[in-house]
């Protein structure tokens, strides 16, 4: 089992930053995870929807268009935890973001296994 833990949503002016912090642990995740770590985020009404993913020990990313240069990954793999960098927040960008754990390289929330309870994010003018 993988347990993640998000931390670090809040309240954030448009054109502000914040970083989003997601911690793992668990017998599964321990210094063999050789999967992939995904931020995801959902507004109410709206399906979960892909905004970047890391590979855990290569370091690939991906990232969703609408937030590729500004949102930036990083990952300190002694310490279990990857970190969502978020420069000029918009208000679209106002979500519950989730983190997830899964073997695939992949944008679908479906193919990821292990998710947290998710962090509210909101931007305001």
Request: hydrophobic share 35%; net charge positive.
């Amino acid at each position: 089992q993988v347990q993640l833990r998000e931390s670090g949503g809040g309240l954030v002016e448009t054109g502000g930053s914040l970083t989003l912090s997601c911690t793992a642990s668990g017998r599964s995740f321990s210094s063999k995870f050789m999967g992939f770590m995904g931020w995801f985020r959902q507004v109410p009404d709206k399906e979960r929807e892909f905004v970047a993913s890391i590979h855990w020990v290569g370091g690939i990313t991906d990232y969703a268009d609408s937030v590729k240069g500004r949102f930036t990954l990083a990952k300190v793999n002694a310490e279990n935890t990857m970190y969502l960098h978020m420069n000029g927040l918009k208000a679209d960008d106002t979500a519950v973001y989730f983190c997830a754990a899964g073997s695939r390289r992949t944008a679908r929330p479906g193919n990821y296994d292990y998710w947290g309870q998710g962090t509210q994010v909101t931007v305001f003018s």
